[in-house]
C-alpha cells in the first residue's frame, strides 16, 4: 500500500479504517477477478480513489459530518447510482445521484456492493446497456 494511502488511513478511527480497509480489499478483489489490469490507487477530492482502464472512477471515505455512515461514491454524471437503486433500493442506501452510503454499525450488504462495484469498474464497457447489463 502506497506511504499516502496509509497515512489517509491512519488519519481515520479505528472503527472507520477497518470499514474502508474492507471496502478497498473489495474494490480490488473484484478488479483481480474480472481481470481488468492495474487499478490505479490515487486522491481525488480528499479521497480514495480506484480507477481501472474501462470503468469509471470510484471513491470511498468517511465524513466527520457524519460519523455514523461512510461512503462509496461514484461518478454523478454516470447512470451507476440510479442503476443500483433500481436493482436494490431495497437493500443499500443512497445519497443523491453520487454515493452507496453504508453504516458503520451494521455489516456490509456484500454481493449487492460487489455488483455495484463491478458494475462501477466495467461501465465504460456496459453504459449503454439496459440496466447496465444487470
Known sequence: MDETVLT???DYP?????KLLNLR???LSVASELEL???EETFKWGELSFN???GSPIRIDWKLKSPSNYYIFFNCQTKLIDTFRELYSDILEFEG???IVLNLSEPIPEQAVKHCIKLGLTYQKVK???LLGA
Open 97 to 99: 445521484n453520487r454515493a
Open 8 to 10: 489517509k488511513f491512519s
Open 25 to 27: 480489499s473489495l474494490i
Open 37 to 39: 489490469g492495474c487499478v
Open 128 to 130: 449503454d446497456l439496459p
Open 14 to 18: 479505528d472503527n472507520v479504517t477497518s
Open 52 to 54: 481501472v482502464k474501462f
